[in-house]
């Protein structure tokens, strides 16, 4: 099953009237803006808005059990195998294994020691509102700021001794630098776990 977008070109146009032109807005311009928004959404908030296909992941395993998954909401393994010191390869069983969804821990049902090879699809199944608004946003601005040369939103403008402009800028707790984009994205929960890259 391929990875739903959170938004389409016409689903993008139907909204924006700005980027109705086909001409002006191809539908590759609007579908990599969303590809670079949902990136920036997922590394921020640690998870998938949408349904990822199958992953694949190793993990060292020293007598462990669990896997802890990069992405959390896992929402099927495919297979779980296990190569040993000695280069033996053991595919632990869809029976044996257990899985906590929300956490992305995978408990194999026995202690392996070796490289483990995971593959899992994740993510949430639809997208909030507030984050679909939150990627309209991001594209119109992205795309118009590209046609117009104007950057980021003013964050203050100062007209004493010449003038200067502040614009907001991507940060740690803004990731992508429009105010109203990281204002939705803020306010949705944050699945990022220490330790987990």
Known sequence: MPDTPYLTPAAIRARVPALASEGDYPDSTLSDLVTEFEGITENYRGVAFTARTAVSETHTLDRERVIVTKWPVVSSVTSVAVVDRALVSTSVLSTDWQINRRAGIVDLGGYYTGVATIVYAHGITTPPAGLVRACRLYVRACAMRDDSGIG??????????????????????????????????????????????
């Open 152 to 197: 980021r939103d003013v964050v203050r403008q100062g007209f004493d001794g010449g003038g200067s402009t502040t614009f907001s800028t991507p940060d740690k707790d803004h990731p992508t630098g429009y105010l109203d984009v990281d204002r939705l994205l803020n306010q949705l929960e944050d699945y990022r776990r220490p330790g987990i890259a």
